[in-house]
């Protein structure tokens, strides 16, 4: 599993699918800013955070999209 590129991809994620900032994220899921940026850059391995941005993706294909190219890109085989 590779922690870097997952965080990169949240990150991506979290920009461009779910249209939030760092800031809107940690706020809404009531979670530290600073955290965050260490998961997204790979240097913290909180599984928390995979469940946080799946609960904010507003629809099924969304969440589908997200858990796919999440286990892609992590080299998760599943």
């Known amino acids: 599993m ?8 949240c990150r991506e994620f979290r920009k461009q ?3 939030m900032s760092a800031k ?7 979670t530290n800013n600073k955290n ?3 998961f997204e850059n790979g240097r913290a391995n909180n599984i928390r955070y995979l469940f946080l941005y ?3 993706c ?4 969304i969440k589908e999209l997200f858990i ?3 286990f ?4 998760i085989n599943g």
């Open 24 to 30: 809107d994220f940690a706020d809404i899921t009531d």
């Open 54 to 56: 799946y609960n904010l």
């Open 2 to 9: 590779n922690i870097k590129e997952i965080g990169n991809y």
């Open 36 to 38: 965050l940026s260490s």
């Open 68 to 70: 796919k190219e999440l």
């Open 58 to 61: 507003d629809n099924d294909l």
């Open 72 to 75: 892609k890109r992590g080299g």
């Open 17 to 19: 699918v779910l249209k």
